[in-house]
T-cell receptor, first 114, second 113 residues
């Protein structure tokens, strides 16, 4: 069965500093990986995805994520954090091939401090 | 281009009642999925509809049922509400292919008293 772990409930970072939000996954086949962001009282917004190809994926709002197959990780990164990046971040995975449901982690709350 | 829309925004029900939540997918999308997001948790997959049929189902009881209409909009019905059904219910849509990402609506906040 697929699973996702986000080991940190909360990440605090100063504005202008680099940020990393961690995610590890488990799938039976090859992974199809996503990052979503959720602002208060809003639905989830898609940030980026990895299916194949370059291990470094670039997404919306300056975010990127690095796929590491040997460590089964897909950490979200941004070189310089903004206060407006403060939100709840979810990593999600599903198996390839097939149409299995998306499985989400429990989320990591990012706080960027001015 | 309107994204995924959901109604109502908020809903308060009492135990034992029934509720219907509605979702209109993003233009051009034909597949709708429903998720339950309890407080402090990630979204949990309920089921997915494509071509007006339930194609996949998560680990939810039969009290949770749904429907997809010819215009691809969808409803989520929950019968015999329990306190534990209180959550944010998210609808997501995508265009057919398995490899397309889903777009989420703002959700319906259901409170069961």
């Amino acid at each position: 069965a697929q699973s996702v772990a986000q080991p940190e409930d909360q990440v605090n970072v100063a504005e202008g500093n680099p940020l990393t939000v961690k995610c590890t996954y488990s799938v039976s086949g090859n992974p199809y990986l996503f990052w979503y962001v959720q602002y208060p009282n809003r639905g989830l917004q898609f940030l980026l995805k990895y299916i194949t190809g370059d291990n470094l994926v670039k997404g919306s709002y300056g975010f990127e994520a690095e796929f590491n197959k040997s460590q089964t990780s897909f950490h979200l990164k941004k070189p310089s954090a903004l206060v407006s990046d403060s939100a709840l971040y979810f990593c999600a995975v599903r198996d390839i091939p097939g149409n299995t449901p998306l499985v989400f982690g429990k989320g990591t709350r990012l706080s960027v401090i001015a | 281009d309107a994204g995924v829309t959901q109604s109502p925004t908020h809903l308060i029900k009492t135990r034992g009642q029934q509720v219907t939540l509605r979702c209109s997918p993003k233009s051009g999308h034909d597949t709708v999925s429903w998720y339950q997001q309890a407080l402090g948790q990630g979204p949990q997959f309920i089921f997915q509809y494509y071509e007006e049929e339930e194609r996949q189902r998560g680990n939810f009881p039969d009290r949770f049922s749904g429907h997809q209409f010819p215009n691809y909009s969808s409803e989520l019905n929950v019968n015999a509400l329990l306190l534990g059904d209180s959550a944010l219910y998210l609808c997501a849509s995508k265009r057919g292919s398995s490899y397309n990402e889903q777009f989420f609506g703002p959700g319906t906040r259901l409170t069961v008293l």
